[in-house]
DNA sequence: ATGAAAGCGCTAACAG
DNA sequence: CTGTTAGCGCTTTCAT
């Protein structure tokens, strides 16, 4: 229990560094000591303390993720879990861990906890997650010259790098799907205006209607959290409106499902009386009654490459900026009034 | 741009110790040095490396999660993500972070990978998740005298503390449920016999069938992993048999699903044709069709109670055993034949 | 109240 | 191929 370096050095009658180049599978070391090392090393059941050898080597093997507040808020949206998942088979892969960044109690703002994950030295890189428009944190970034990269889009021109959908045109699809089936009062349920991924979600509608030549009607733009209560309320008031819109585009599932069930309650049928498009298709939107057309964003491949190329700039020193558009793609089921086979999928 | 306590130090005109001093906001420093080494501090945008601190203190200031193999299935299951968002309600609150332990891309085993967070010391203490039926994690954790909680219960005797469900009682409640809805003919969807959770659950379902005086049929009982696609493929086999189940008790809500749409394929409708009940009461469980009577483990206060026992063994040292039972609540909905109201409930 | 010095456990020249 | 030496950046006695 707790045996170092120098207790395995003198174990196998060899010196430190011996034992440091056998632990790093130095080539230049005889197939005899290194055996003899090995032995004492099993025989003390060492483990190099991963602390020190950090200390020197200023790498960690770590990349952190940092989440912005309200936490416990982020972690109800399946969002995390996706982009969690397609970053970890990335991590797993190359042998990194993954910090969360929690720690809050003491009141810190997120642009403290992004200081301090990146002065205590203990990631090599970080992954940020949900830009805000005119974010502070991307700045600091720059300013630390931390590998990183933004799962989202930078609202001002940045060096840092980044992976985002092309949400504009996912919008602009999602309703342009709505206009196709006819419905000309399309309300729009957006998440906080201060997040970038709102703000496209929102012009990409804009420029739907724009296109068709549609009236745009600024009571049919409702915003909300990210959170089921949300999509609910705000239903609740565009359904209240004299001249309710006739479909809805959600820029997320969970504020679709709070739409259908204020539709629900009101004695709307989906998708008869209303139609309704979300976003994200999270696995629930397949169970949903009835299962609802969302726009895939494949988050998990979000969080895939942005670790990609995180690992890519720490173990490459590849600091060149690079930006990815990953495809989306809208899965029609029944909530958008589209004639489709009742299909059964899997998750 | 990565200064460190003696660039501070000497543009205070103090020593390192001084500094090191009015970080850690020790008491006898006079005020006056105090704000002079606070400039500088702030002038020269100083944070503390954290890995020099860990390896002189000996503490990290974060634990540790093992997620069990494979990786990213393990994040395909809502329970997942509901036990870090217990966990971490209480890590920001006490100024603690969360190590996920993923590097396995070198064929590690969960052993090793435990072994290496343990000795690497990067880590106060360690959650551990999903406890396997005669788990070597368990003795290792022992062996080390390492701060652990382990969340589900252990098979065998052991001294470290553990948070878990009455998963016996509560699967009996659920059979019991059934029974009293006149089912005589109970299936039961298992997840994997070496999940000590699967092995309670299925023990309260024999439990609630004996008491009754019902016969047991092992046909009834088909295991598989917790996916949906288990539960699809494990409902065919119950619904192919001569004598087909009533009802079902599902020991994950994933499996519930997967069995809710093998169900709906064969024509059956529920709960008319089919009683089931899930367990878990996930989000996904309300807005299902028809919404899903699901046995809720809450599994947040999981974590929660899991990260609060371990502070309180890394804080206060305090390393007696405790055991922590949390309470489960049938909720019941519509996939079971009770007649409940349709009620709209919120996430 | 403050400084000097030793050392946490490891790695990396530099010698040999 | 292996040992010696000098740190990595911080905390912590022990002095003063």
Redesign the pocket.
């Known amino acids: 229990m707790?045996?170092?370096?120098?207790?395995?050095?003198s174990l196998a009658?060899?010196?430190?560094?011996?034992?440091?180049?056998?632990?790093?599978n130095?080539?230049?070391?005889?197939?005899?000591?290194?055996e003899r090392v090995r032995a004492a090393m099993k025989e003390l059941d060492?483990?190099?303390?991963?602390?020190?050898?950090?200390?020197?080597?200023?790498t960690s093997e770590t990349i952190g993720l940092l989440i912005p507040n309200p936490i416990d808020q982020f972690f109800l949206n399946p969002f995390f879990t996706e982009c969690l998942r397609g970053i970890t088979s990335v991590t797993e892969q190359e042998g990194y861990d993954v910090l969360l960044s929690t720690s809050n109690g003491t009141g810190f703002t997120d642009e403290m906890r992004l200081q301090h994950m990146i002065?205590s030295?203990r990631v090599d890189g970080i992954i940020l997650l949900n830009s805000k428009m005119h974010d502070p944190l991307i700045s600091i970034l720059e300013e630390n010259h931390v590998p990183c990269v933004l799962i989202g889009r930078p609202s001002t021109t940045t060096s840092i790098s980044w992976v985002n959908n092309d949400n504009v045109k996912a919008a602009y699809d999602a309703t342009k799907h709505l206009i196709e089936h006819g419905h000309t009062r399309i309300g729009f349920l957006s998440g906080s205006q201060e997040l970038v991924v709102s703000v496209d979600r929102l012009s990409g509608y804009h420029a739907a209607l724009r296109d068709r030549n549609l009236p745009f009607d600024p009571n049919l733009i409702v915003t909300a959290e990210f959170l089921e209560q949300g999509g609910y309320s705000g239903m609740m008031r565009l359904l209240a409106l004299p001249d309710r819109p006739t479909a809805i585009v959600a820029s997320d599932d969970v504020l679709a499902f709070g739409a259908m069930r204020a539709a629900g309650e009101l004695g709307y049928h989906i998708p008869d009386d209303l139609a309704i498009i979300g976003f994200n298709d999270m696995h629930l939107a397949k169970m949903a009654n009835p299962p609802m057309t969302s726009m895939n964003v494949h988050i998990d491949e979000l969080g895939k490459v942005a670790a990609e190329m995180l690992l890519d700039q720490i173990t490459k020193a590849n600091r060149g900026k690079r930006t990815v558009i990953i495809q989306h793609n809208l899965v029609i089921r029944r909530s958008c009034g589209s004639q489709v086979q009742p299909t059964y999928e899997a998750f």
Do not use: C, M, Q
């Not at 707790?2 to 050095?9: L, Q, S, T, Y």
């Not at 060492?46 to 200023?58: C, G």
């Open positions: 707790g045996f170092n370096i120098k207790d395995v050095a009658g060899v010196s430190p560094s011996t034992v440091s180049r056998v632990v790093a130095h080539p230049r070391i005889s197939e005899e000591t290194r060492y483990h190099p303390n991963a602390i020190a050898r950090s200390l020197v080597k200023k002065g030295k």
